[in-house]
């Protein structure tokens, strides 16, 4: 079986766990939103709406957590890919129904983003980290050097991710001042 060195294996749980919390928590802030982000995607009924709101980020928090704990990083990350599947299948949905035009709700209030084909790309990267997160790591112990590591690398992993989201989020308007520069 395949075994991973356990700072790859906590490096990417740990960069999962702080992209997933960071995700619950602007969905927190502003739970009305995101229901009318879930409201938007046209596939529940309104009625649901309310409680799907406040379940996403309920089970993304669940999700960090368990991933930060060796008993439940396994179904942590099941669960994890479970939500990114469902949320690739909502937006491949509305873009096949040419519905492009809405907020993706991916992070709440705090970063608007219209539906792409991007989104279902990046869950499906974020799929494969979860895959890997489930592989054993080696039963060697982490040194001081370890933990660090994993600290700085999980950290710029999500500074990374979250400036891919940014730059994907605005490239929209990026485009519109080309052209009216142009």
């Known amino acids: 079986m395949i075994a991973i060195d356990p700072t790859i ?5 740990a960069a999962l766990a702080l992209i997933f919390a960071a995700s619950a928590a602007m969905k927190f802030i502003d739970l009305n939103e995101f229901r009318g982000a879930v409201e938007n995607y046209r596939i529940v009924p309104e009625q649901l ?3 799907i709101a406040i379940a996403v980020p309920f089970a ?10 060796p008993a439940t990083h396994r ?15 909502s937006i491949a949905i509305n873009l096949l129904r040419g519905r492009r035009n809405i907020d993706c709700g991916c992070f709440g209030p705090m970063l608007r983003q219209q539906l792409s084909w991007w989104l ?10 979860l895959a890997i997160v489930i592989l054993p790591a080696h039963a060697r112990s982490l040194t001081l ?21 940014y730059l994907a989020a605005n490239a929209p308007h990026l485009r519109a001042l080309e052209i009216a520069d142009a």
């Open 49 to 51: 709406s309310g409680l």
């Open 145 to 165: 050097l370890d933990l660090a590591t994993i600290a700085l690398a999980a950290t710029t992993l999500a500074l990374l991710y979250s400036a891919a989201n």
């Open 75 to 89: 179904d942590a990350a099941i669960l994890l890919s479970i939500l990114l599947i469902v949320f690739s299948a």
């Open 120 to 129: 279902p790309a990046r869950n499906l990267a974020l799929i494969a980290m």
């Open 9 to 13: 294996h906590w490096t990417i749980s």
């Open 60 to 69: 993304e928090i669940v999700g960090a957590l368990g991933l930060l704990l």
